[in-house]
């Protein structure tokens, strides 16, 4: 069956260390892939979106990579803050059924300063 | 603007009964989706909407849930003979386009249903 594993292990790391998030699908042929954030009691807030022709995505001090023969996507967060404490979700689409996200359990980042 | 609004926030019922749980999405957007979520866990797909129609209700996971949305805006999502098991946070999020050409998801703060 198709799975999506993301660290179910909270990750804590220092301020102004690079936060790397890892997630891990199986059984799935993506057509693209995306990163949330969710903050307790919200809802997921849309970051950064990679297809799977492509093998980097940048946006500010974030970082997507994603590798089809590994079957695996990393989540970069540079010279990490506080405020970037928060869980992180991967999210997968497939061609034949684009309108049918399926997430993954996220994994929860907390930044001591 | 207006992001994507859910009421009630929370809902609290008893084993048995009848639920509704509204959307408003943000206005424009004609794709609308409905998810849960339980503790500790990513939000589960439940059914897409793109305008008045249910594109892809695969996720519901009975034939207690049931959405509409009739004038291609609001939409509500109708649990009949709650179970103790439908507890958790109900997600709706709103795009401008169809999911196919693979928009942005604006998702709302959710509805917490509490069955008792």
């Known amino acids: 069956s198709q799975k999506i594993e993301q660290n179910s292990e909270a990750l804590n790391i220092q301020e102004g260390k690079t936060a790397t998030l890892t997630c891990n699908y199986t059984?799935?042929?993506?057509?693209?892939l995306q990163w949330y954030r969710q903050d307790p009691g919200r809802g997921p807030v849309f970051l950064l979106l990679?297809?799977?022709?492509?093998k980097e995505k940048r946006k500010e001090r974030l970082k997507v990579t994603f590798d089809t023969t590994l079957k695996q996507s990393l989540f970069h967060i540079t010279a990490s803050q506080p405020a970037d404490s928060a869980t992180y979700l991967c999210?997968?689409?497939?061609?034949?059924?684009?309108?049918?996200?399926?997430f993954g359990s996220g994994t929860r980042l907390s930044i001591r300063p | 603007g207006a992001g994507v609004s859910q009421t009630p926030s929370n809902k609290v019922t008893e084993k048995g009964k009848y639920v509704e749980l509204r959307c408003d999405p943000i206005s424009g957007h004609t794709a609308l989706y409905w998810y849960r979520q339980s503790l500790g866990q990513g939000p589960e797909f439940l059914i897409y909407f793109q305008g008045t129609g249910a594109a892809d209700d695969s996720g519901l996971p009975n034939d207690r849930f049931f959405a509409v949305r009739p004038e291609g805006s609001v939409s509500t999502l109708k649990i009949q003979r709650t179970e103790r098991g439908d507890s958790a946070v109900y997600l709706c999020?709103?795009?401008?386009?169809?999911?196919?050409?693979?928009?942005?998801?604006?998702f709302g703060p959710g509805t917490r249903l509490t069955v008792l």
């Open positions: 990679i297809r799977e022709n492509e």
């Open positions: 999020a709103s795009s401008l386009i169809p999911a196919e050409y693979t928009d942005t998801q604006y």
């Open positions: 999210a997968l689409a497939s061609y034949s059924s684009a309108s049918k996200i399926i």
């Open positions: 059984n799935y042929s993506p057509a693209y």
